[in-house]
Nanobody, 125 residues
Framework: QVQLVESGGGLVQAGGSLSLSCAAS?????????MAWFRQAPGKEREFVAV????????DYTDSVKGRFTISRDNAKLTLYLQMKTLKPEDTAVYYC?????????????????WGQGTQVTVSS
């Protein structure tokens, strides 16, 4: 059994910052998984936000968060992070972390094996 647990969400004013964490546990060799953040706003489909390869050597972001969000990981702590700065109301969503076995970067939700329960991020204007 693999568990991913997100934390760090909350309410912040536009222009503010938040940092999310995703702790992995269970039967997972964390450093064999690419990790990603997705988000889902009310009434919208879940969308890709950021991805980091198993060794941290490759990172990618959706265009709308480039320059504002930073994804990172600590394999020794089995933890994924998302630092979010200059937040905008349109960043409001439930944020999910996801794990994908293997080295290839993928952007679709169907490519990920494990998901967290999500953490709410609300940005007020």
């Amino acid at each position: 059994q693999v568990q991913l647990v997100e934390s760090g969400g909350g309410l912040v004013q536009a222009g503010g910052s938040l940092s999310l964490s995703c702790a992995a546990s269970g039967h997972i060799n964390f450093n064999m998984y690419n990790m990603a953040w997705f988000r889902q706003a009310p009434g919208k489909e879940r969308e890709f936000v950021a991805v980091i390869t198993w060794n941290g050597n490759s990172i990618d972001y959706t265009d709308s968060v480039k320059g504002r969000f930073t994804i990172s990981r600590d394999n020794a702590k089995l933890t994924l992070y998302l630092q979010m700065k200059t937040l905008k109301p349109e960043d409001t969503a439930v944020y999910y972390c996801a794990a994908r076995y293997g080295t290839a970067i993928r952007y679709g939700t169907q490519n990920y094996n494990y998901w967290g329960q999500g953490t709410q991020v609300t940005v007020s204007s």
